[in-house]
């Protein structure tokens, strides 16, 4: 399941200590290893073998992946290397902390091959193009359908749909300031209801019952009554905020597959996430990291993203499998929000959400 948890991203770069994560490019190392492309992301990532070495054969580039935690860490750990950056590429930048990565000089520009192929909606930064946008989602509340059916209840449908009385301690979120999904639940409320009224609905949303957890994975795997994990768990919460893509992931995941998903989505809670990549500053091999780029838009890799990282591909024409179509699809109104809104607002946000909610 794509998820991307963060740590403490709103006390500071200055709180963020490194730790040791992998060889990676080293001032020592610039000058030979021109042939060896070290992308730098999440432990999300994920990409099909045959796809990885098709891009191999084709470059004559040997392809180094390192996993730098959750997306949060990476970012930070990323902009505090960058004069001597682990890698040359780094992907797995949201809209949620993109303005941090720009505003730091995490990338230097490039235009990919294929740009003019992105969605005209996801694209960024056009003026200088240091990032290249790769893949959507939605951060949207699922439900158990089970226990809705059981309990003869009709699941909730939006965001106000939450605060009813019927929908009382059911619903688990995770924390904005520890996790990306709970902040981008947040930020889909603040587009929602604007500046002058989302604490109002936290207010509410809090008297309603909601619980706060850390991270994704506590959330979905142990408190969600509707997913596997959560099930074995015996997880009581039947209403918990994850993905639109998490229906077909139960369903890809499953042994026997069943006919049809065991969860569904809120769609009208839904908040539009996109991921970028961008070539490093400092890149000991920005030829090789521009061919990377190239490749993350080619319908190839696009295509092959859905099944691996459950997200959805940002170039025209490219296909999701049947799996994404027959058992959930994208939220067809989310929520959304400029990066530069979310860069004016979002440390702030998290720290009024924090006195409001969990003191």
């Known amino acids: 399941m794509h998820h ?3 740590a403490a ?21 610039k000058a030979a290893d021109t042939k060896t492309v070290t992308v730098v992301s999440h432990d999300s990532w994920a990409a099909s073998k045959s796809v990885i070495q098709d891009f191999e054969k084709k470059s004559g580039y040997t392809v180094k992946v390192l996993k730098d935690g959750d997306a949060g860490q990476a970012v930070n750990k990323a902009i505090l290397t960058k004069d001597n950056p682990q890698g040359d590429v780094f992907f797995g930048v949201d809209n949620t902390l993109l303005s ?3 505003d730091n000089g995490l990338f230097q520009p490039y235009r990919a ?12 930064d056009q003026a200088q193009h240091r990032v290249t946008p790769v893949d959507s989602g939605d951060i949207c509340v699922n439900y158990d359908k089970k226990y809705f059916a059981d309990h003869k209840l ?3 449908a939006s965001f106000d749909d939450l605060l009813e009385p019927q929908y009382r301690n059911l619903l688990v979120t995770e924390n904005p300031a520890t996790a990306s999904p709970g902040l981008g639940f947040l930020l889909g409320t603040a587009a929602k209801y604007g500046d002058s009224g989302w604490q109002g609905y936290w207010k509410k949303l809090k008297a309603n019952g909601v619980k ?11 408190e969600f009554s509707g997913s596997a994990g959560g099930r074995k768990a015996k997880g009581d919460r039947p209403l918990v905020v994850s993905y639109a893509s998490s229906p077909p992931a139960e369903v890809v995941y499953a042994d026997p ?13 839904c908040f539009r996430q996109v991921e970028y990549a961008g070539l490093l500053s400092n890149a000991a091999n920005p030829k090789g990291g521009k061919a990377f780029l190239d490749f993350l838009l080619s319908k190839e890799f696009q295509q092959d993203m859905p099944l691996n990282m459950f997200v959805y ?17 994208p939220a067809a109104h989310p929520e959304t929000m400029a990066p530069d809104r979310i860069a004016a607002n979002r440390d702030q946000w998290v720290k009024s959400w924090t006195s409001l909610v969990l003191k």
């Open 154 to 156: 009709a699941p909730p």
């Open 100 to 102: 941090r990565a720009l």
């Open 212 to 222: 706060v957890v850390d991270g994704w994975e506590q959330a979905y795997n142990q």
């Open 313 to 329: 591909p940002v170039r025209d024409g490219a296909t999701v499998p049947v799996e994404f179509t027959r058992y959930g699809h």
């Open 9 to 29: 991203v709103a006390v500071g770069l200055g709180l963020v200590t490194l730790s040791a994560c992998g060889t990676g490019s080293t001032g020592t190392t």
């Open 4 to 6: 991307k948890t963060f």
């Open 257 to 269: 597959r069943p006919k049809t998903a065991p969860t569904g989505v809120a769609y009208g809670t």
């Open 113 to 124: 091959k294929d740009s003019d192929r992105i969605r005209p909606r996801y694209r960024v």
